[in-house]
């Protein structure tokens, strides 16, 4: 029997040093890698002190049967004790918001929310993983060795849950991307095949948002040292929220914003032009009026149907492709995406009026694809493409 929370470094190895069957992605030069050695030899039933009389063919066989029966038995835990997560019907009125939210899910694309204060970004973005589908056991094993290597522990209880990672705005550089003189995993590899949110977006320092823009792209981060290098899995969602400007309230209806156009410009140049480039979804959430807020019939749909729906858009994603829509490279979004001439002639004009990225072009293909995927549609439509042009706020707002 497993314990309630594994000890750190057995799922390291679990993944890094058994048969081969699973690459988490965590390499190490240096001495870094001598605790992953050490470890193994642990599961493997012969102890850090052991002598070298044991077979090296039944250590790995013995780590493979440990990996095996340890995944096992955490899935049929984590199925009978699944932790209560945030559920969407808590989130009253705010339908775009919940609709990119959907969208968000369903193709794992990147999401910001702009709003004024207490509107329900932070809400919204915390219902996100009831809404994301399960981990694979293989996806578990990764998250889990990435813990493993950063110290913490593992609830067995939440083993199929994604990781949701919130890190405060005044986490440094290091402490995302990971570091230290022996590197450690950061918050991007914490949320490896989750979520990481980042609230108050602009207080983060320019500098701490700008070591993002690699690991966006290519889901993996290097850290090197004088003495050694580590390289770290981090293909994470981003979900950030912001203010519109200094004191929250540019673009109210009531008008209560104090700040200049000049004080609103370098507030929202906080956020360099290449990070939010990479921001699939940016979208307004206004204030809720206060009938819609006390109205009992404003409660939407719970997490369980809207994750019905997500479940089943990925699915078709994986068929079509063996992953997300956000994950498609460039010629297979062309090949994946193709559009009618009328909607390729519209999509033009849209990325030329907003002045838009040959990135953010393909961006928009993608999902534009996720929204026709959770339609059940087999081609893209005008109906999709214009939505996924709407959900570029900040570019239409410029």
């Not at 095949?193 to 977006?201: A, I, M, N, Q, T």
């Amino acid at each position: 029997m497993i314990k309630e929370t594994l000890s750190t470094g057995s799922l390291l190895l679990l993944a890094l040093s058994c048969s081969g069957k699973l690459d988490v992605g965590v390499k190490a030069t240096g001495g870094a890698s001598g605790a992953v050695s050490m470890g193994a030899r642990e599961i493997a039933g012969a102890g850090p002190h052991a002598g070298s009389g044991a077979a090296p063919g039944t250590a790995a066989a013995t780590a493979s049967q440990h990996v095996a029966a340890t995944a096992t038995e955490a899935t049929a835990m984590s199925r009978t004790r699944q932790p209560l997560l945030a559920d969407l019907a808590d989130v009253r009125g705010q339908l775009q918001a919940r609709r990119a939210l959907e969208i968000a899910a369903a193709g794992a694309h990147h999401l910001l929310f702009v709003g004024p204060p207490g509107t329900g970004k932070t809400m919204l973005a915390s219902r996100l993983p009831g809404i994301l589908p399960p981990l694979s056991d293989s996806e578990a094993l990764e998250s889990c060795a990435v813990r493993s290597v950063a110290g913490q522990g593992v609830d067995i209880a939440r083993w199929r849950q994604r990781p949701f990672r919130a890190p405060h705005h005044t986490a440094s550089a290091a402490a995302l991307v990971g570091g230290g003189s022996i590197p450690r995993p950061g918050e991007i590899s914490l949320a490896h095949h989750g979520v990481l949110f980042l609230d108050e977006l602009t207080e983060f320092d320019r500098h701490v948002l700008d070591v993002l823009r690699e690991p966006l792209e290519t889901g993996r981060i290097l850290i090197s040292r004088a003495a050694r290098q580590a390289e770290f899995p981090a293909a994470f969602q981003l979900v950030a929220a912001m203010n519109p400007c200094p004191c929250g309230y540019a673009g109210d209806p009531r008008g209560n914003c104090s700040c200049t156009p000049d004080q609103v410009q370098r507030y929202r140049a906080r956020v360099s032009g290449p990070l939010l480039d990479r921001l699939d979804l940016q979208l307004e959430v206004p204030r809720v009026p206060l009938s819609e807020l006390n109205a009992m019939s404003a409660n939407g749909e719970n997490s369980a149907c809207v994750a019905q729906r997500v479940a089943a858009a990925r699915q078709r994603q994986l068929d079509r492709a063996g992953k997300t829509n956000a994950a498609l490279n460039t010629g297979e979004a062309e090949r994946d995406c193709p559009l009618r001439p009328s909607d390729r002639a519209l999509l033009e004009r849209a990325v030329d009026a907003l002045g838009l990225s040959a990135r953010a072009y393909h961006r928009l293909l993608r999902v534009s694809r996720t929204i026709a995927d959770l339609d059940g549609a087999e081609r893209i439509g005008t109906a999709h493409l214009t939505e996924a042009i709407q959900h570029r706020h900040l570019e239409r707002r410029r």
